[in-house]
């Protein structure tokens, strides 16, 4: 009976094993139809599914069918159907991609500190370079300055000998050149002038208010010192007899520090507010030009200098400076130099006993 009513194959296609089967997505040429087909086919999957309540798995693909085709333009129900799936697949490539963006990075960080590092050091080679050749630049440098110190020595060293034909003119040219800036010391003199020196010098030349070859240098030295910046410039020679000869000159320095505390020291430690110490701020830093002269006595068998007398009129500067004679004489009264500008004989003695 039951083979009557029933067809062969009865439990292998019933309608719940056949309801279960997905339904395939649409082939291309089914697309191409537009939303109409797709819309047809997707209507009489709901109505086939709807049917079958007794399909658990037809309810959960009808449910995420009807959301899928809601959310989207008319899209085929099988591509629906593996949103979840792609979804899931797509974030895990995510994070995979994301670790490897790390290590990207990771990567060219330290390839640009590597890359840094590389020319931070080239930087420093270049730097020593530039060091060691400055070095070596002061090194050559010192070693020329030696060098020529030492063929200065040599040079000086070579002994000197007295022109055949000297004479007081001769003598009196050098002697103004020599002392032409004036010298702070003995060992300021050129070895070849200070044999000239001796040579045309007397042992006992009389020089005011002392004598001697010592005395003349120890009076110039004090008045460089005095005045650093003195100038000695020859103007004329003129024979006077035929032993005799004067040569004019210009003198020129300034009143600075150093004058005021050797030359006028009464007027710098004058009390603040006296007459001296108004004169004093009134020749302060103040450039005089001297007019002199320089006497030669020559001794024509010797054919040395016996005698120098040096005058320089440092009144009349003074007096035009200052407009009166009492300041003038308050000015010179307690100096160290004389209105000749020549070193005062108590202060010479002095000096001479210290030496």
Not at 61 to 69: D, E, M, P, Q, V
Not at 90 to 104: A, E, H, I, M, P
Not at 256 to 282: D, K, T, V, W, Y
Request: aromatic fraction near 6%; charged fraction near 25%.
């Amino acid at each position: 009976m039951e083979t009557t009513l029933h067809p062969p194959g009865f439990h292998e296609l019933s309608v719940n094993v056949i309801g279960c089967v997905v339904q395939r997505s649409l082939s291309s040429r089914d697309r191409s139809g537009g939303g109409r087909v797709a819309g047809y086919y997707c209507n009489d999957q709901l109505q086939t599914r709807s049917i079958l309540p007794n399909c658990s798995t037809t309810k959960e693909h009808t449910t995420s069918s009807a959301a899928n085709l809601s959310n989207s333009r008319q899209a085929p129900v099988g591509q629906a159907t593996r949103v979840t799936p792609t979804k899931h697949r797509d974030t895990k490539q995510y994070k995979l991609s994301g670790r490897r963006k790390s290590k990207v990075q990771a990567g060219s960080t330290t390839m640009t500190e590597r890359r840094r590092e590389y020319y931070r050091m080239k930087q420093q080679r270049y730097r020593d370079r530039q060091r060691q050749c400055e070095e070596e630049l002061e090194s050559s440098t010192r070693q020329l300055t030696e060098e020529i110190d030492l063929l200065k020595r040599h040079r000086d060293q070579l002994t000197f000998q007295a022109p055949r034909n000297l004479t007081i003119w001769i003598v009196a040219t050098e002697y103004l050149r020599i002392f032409s800036r004036g010298i702070f010391t003995r060992d300021d003199i050129n070895l070849n002038d200070l044999a000239l020196l001796d040579a045309t010098m007397a042992r006992d030349v009389l020089v005011e208010p002392t004598s001697g070859e010592d005395a003349l240098i120890r009076n110039w030295s004090l008045v460089t010192q005095w005045f650093p910046d003195v100038l000695v410039q020859l103007k004329q020679l003129k024979q006077l007899t035929k032993n005799s000869l004067i040569a004019s000159i210009t003198v020129s320095f300034t009143i600075s520090a150093a004058a005021m505390q050797g030359a006028f020291p009464h007027l710098l430690n004058a009390r603040e507010g006296s007459r001296c110490a108004q004169i004093a701020e009134r020749l302060w830093d103040q450039h005089l030009v001297l007019q002199g002269s320089v006497c030669f006595d020559w001794d024509d068998k010797s054919k040395q200098v016996i005698r120098l007398h040096h005058q320089v009129d440092m009144m009349s500067v003074m007096l035009q400076m200052l407009g009166n004679l009492e300041d003038v004489a308050l000015v010179f009264n307690g100096a160290h130099v004389t209105p000749e500008c020549v070193v005062s004989s108590a202060l010479m003695s002095a000096v001479a006993h210290t030496c």
